[in-house]
Nanobody, 115 residues
Framework: QVQFVESGGGLVQPGGSLRLSCVAS????????VAWYRQFPGNERRWVAK???????DYADSVKGRFTISRDNARNTAYLQMNNIQPEDTAAYYC?????????WGQGTQVTVSS
C-alpha cells in the first residue's frame, strides 16, 4: 500500500531551521500536486505548502516567506525547508496529495519549537 513517509522533525529553538522530507512509493509524485499539511492538537490537518507537477507553488499565509517546498520526482520525495521557525509552528507535519487521500496519510513528523 502506498503511503507517504515523513522525516526530519524534531525539537528546535525559535528562529531555528529544519528540513522535512517525505517519500512515497509508486507514481504518486509523477501524477499529483503534493502538499505539506500540519495538524495542531485537536484540529484537522490543513495544507501549508503545495507544489504542482509544473512546480507552481503556493503557501498558507502563516508560513509565507519562511517555508519553502520543493520536490524531486526522480526520488519520489518532497521537502519542506522551514526557516525562522516559531512556537506557533509546533505541530505534526504530513505529506499528501491535493486533494488529500485518506489511504496516503503516513505517521507524520513532529516539529516542536521551544527554547
Amino acid at each position: 500500500q502506498v503511503q507517504f513517509v515523513e522525516s526530519g522533525g524534531g525539537l528546535v529553538q525559535p528562529g531555528g531551521s529544519l528540513r522535512l522530507s517525505c517519500v512515497a512509493s509508486g507514481n504518486i509524485f509523477s501524477m499529483n500536486t503534493v502538499a505539506w499539511y500540519r495538524q495542531f492538537p485537536g484540529n484537522e490537518r490543513r495544507w501549508v505548502a503545495k507544489i504542482t507537477l509544473t512546480d507552481k507553488i503556493d503557501y498558507a499565509d502563516s508560513v509565507k516567506g519562511r517555508f519553502t517546498i520543493s520536490r524531486d520526482n526522480a526520488r519520489n520525495t518532497a521537502y519542506l525547508q522551514m526557516n525562522n521557525i516559531q512556537p506557533e509552528d509546533t505541530a505534526a507535519y504530513y505529506c499528501n496529495i491535493i486533494p488529500s487521500r485518506d489511504s496516503l496519510w503516513g505517521q507524520g513528523t513532529q516539529v516542536t519549537v521551544s527554547s
